[in-house]
């Protein structure tokens, strides 16, 4: 029996795995389906703000600088922006990919942080914790006040939510934003008559986003740059902080 040629088996062959690779990136989708953040994979999830506004969404490349990458390590971010500016509460939900041979590190608790603890949204056990932040350097300070009308800065308290997924190459973030209250200068010696405000201000933070699984139908998806975000002040004090795979070694 005469064997086929290399030609004959291998181009159709060829040709299915391109089809496939065509069909398994055409399906894979991020971006904005209404005012709802959503991806189909990595993880599949949905994830909106229902109570304010979309102030601005999209995609952005930071650099994490921290890294022995020249110039930083590239991350891949999709993101999406809730609010109405000024001095109103801030929403954010990103999501944030590292490049192959990386992934984010487990610790995902920011520095100076208080109420630190395991939030679950669609069943998923988020870190959570809460601090304060100067906007002045922050990649989300165009998007609200950031100065005081006298010149000082105007500092906000931030609930932060994170999540590792898809072997901690991606990453979830939650954040939700409202001004200080002047009377409040330290998070760890509250004044008197606001002892309950941590709490308080936690409830609000974990009843702004809604949390589910990405839609079966994508029909309408939308792609885009943010507006408005300094994408150069993003770095390890939204995103954290990521490592090399270390090679194996088999000695």
């Known amino acids: 029996m005469k064997k086929?040629?290399?030609?004959?088996?291998?181009?159709?062959?060829?040709?299915?795995?391109?089809?496939?690779?065509?069909?398994?990136?055409?399906a894979l989708e991020r971006g904005m389906l209404g005012n709802v953040y959503i991806s189909n994979a990595r993880p599949s999830i949905s994830i909106d703000v229902p109570n304010l506004p979309l102030l601005t969404a999209g995609e952005g490349m930071?650099?994490?600088?921290?890294?022995?990458?020249?110039?930083?390590?590239?991350i891949q971010v999709w993101l999406a922006v809730y609010g109405t500016g000024g001095l109103a509460p801030l929403a954010i939900a990103a999501q944030a990919e590292v490049p192959g041979g990386w992934h984010w590190d487990a610790d995902l608790y920011q520095t100076f942080s208080v109420d630190k603890g395991i939030?679950?949204?669609?069943?998923?056990?988020?870190q959570a914790c809460t601090f304060v932040i100067n906007p002045a350097r922050d990649p989300f300070g165009k998007l609200a006040?950031?100065?005081?009308?006298?010149?000082?800065?105007?500092?906000?308290?931030?609930?932060?939510?994170?999540?590792?997924?898809?072997?901690?190459?991606?990453?979830?973030i939650l954040e939700y934003r409202e001004p200080l209250p002047p009377a409040i200068t330290d998070l760890n010696a509250l004044p008197l008559g606001h002892a309950n405000y941590l709490q308080e201000f936690a409830q609000r933070a974990r009843a702004a986003f809604v949390v589910k699984n990405g839609p079966a139908n994508l029909n309408g998806v939308r792609k885009g740059f943010a507006q408005g975000?300094?994408?150069?002040?993003?770095?390890?004090?939204?995103l954290g902080t990521a490592s090399r795979y270390e090679p194996l070694r088999f000695d």
């Open 119 to 126: 939030e679950t949204f669609n069943g998923e056990g988020y």
């Open 145 to 172: 006040t950031a100065v005081q009308p006298d010149g000082t800065p105007q500092l906000w308290i931030v609930r932060y939510y994170a999540a590792r997924f898809n072997f901690n190459d991606d990453k979830i």
């Open 62 to 74: 930071p650099n994490l600088i921290w890294t022995d990458v020249l110039g930083g390590l590239p």
């Open 4 to 26: 086929p040629s290399f030609a004959k088996v291998f181009v159709p062959v060829a040709i299915v795995i391109l089809l496939c690779l065509a069909g398994c990136k055409g």
């Open 229 to 238: 975000v300094a994408w150069q002040n993003m770095g390890q004090n939204f």
